[in-house]
């Protein structure tokens, strides 16, 4: 079954759909020896390049389609390698099968929590393609007083210097005096997004953890600084949420192999940080768990 290139290498975690185009446009992408253009399709058999180098038959075809769930500290950065030293997300992760992590989203240095990385590079374009309006749930705790009326200008809208931005939903969680939790609602990843929200209303944000990305909700037993692996079930229950097809493999264990599943490496520094108490949001509109084992 042929089918276009670019969705070929980036199911194989090559790059995003949007790069590889980029790519084709350069003329680095070639098939059976001929430079490819867009629209162009490829099935199993022909030979493919990138930037010259021949490209592996088994990654293109039989890439595993591998997920993991990572509960981000404060401190780490999600890119690959950082100029300025800082310890990034990838120095904690294992290593994939075969590929590389694809980040479904990034984190700011200053934002912790559920970090969605798979060498599926269809499914992180499924879930970060703006078309498909993915939820991005927080939890937010707020230095200052927040009034209804404020809540009601983060619903309606909000004028930024890159364009007009609100919550789809935002709701108090727990808190007293000048430190309140919310739980707030983003379809779109603008750089500080939410940030900068929270502080076109005059008060600040002094913590921020991303809790749910779409459909996956950060498993509680998940610590700060560790990762799991999610299959099996869990796997096709995700990508039946999003309109794909998984390719599971019924996988035996017992206990051993499901702890195995969920720590950090053994060079990681990341600590767990201390629990604090926050009150679920009440509302009824959430999206399928999709636990790890």
Known sequence: ?????????????????????????????????????????????????????????????????????????????????????????????????????????????????????????????????????????????????????????????????DGKAHFSDVQRAGGEGANSWFHVVIQEGRNREVRRLWESQGVQVSRLMRVRYGPVIIPPKLKMGHWMMIDGYELETLYDDVGLKAHVEQQAGGRAQREKKMRPLKNTTAKPRKKEKITKSGKAKRSPRVRGR
């Open 1 to 161: 079954m042929a089918e276009r290139i670019q969705k070929v290498l980036a199911r194989a975690g090559y790059g995003s759909r949007r790069q590889i185009e980029v790519w084709i446009k350069e003329g680095k992408v070639s098939r059976n020896g001929e430079t490819a253009s867009l629209g162009d399709q490829v099935e199993v058999g022909d030979t493919m390049k990138l930037d010259g180098k021949a490209l592996s038959a088994k990654r293109l075809w039989q890439q595993p389609q591998q997920v993991l769930l990572y509960n981000k500290p404060v401190g780490e950065v999600c890119t690959r390698k950082d100029p300025e030293g800082r310890r990034t997300i990838y120095q904690s992760l294992p290593a994939p099968e075969q590929g590389r992590w694809v980040s479904v989203g990034r984190l700011d240095i200053n934002t912790s929590g559920l970090i969605i990385l798979t060498t599926d590079g269809e499914l992180a374009n499924t879930l970060m393609h703006p078309s498909n309006e993915m939820d991005r749930e927080y939890a937010v705790r707020i230095l200052g007083e927040v009034t209804g009326d404020m809540l009601q200008n983060l619903r309606d809208g909000v004028e930024l210097e």
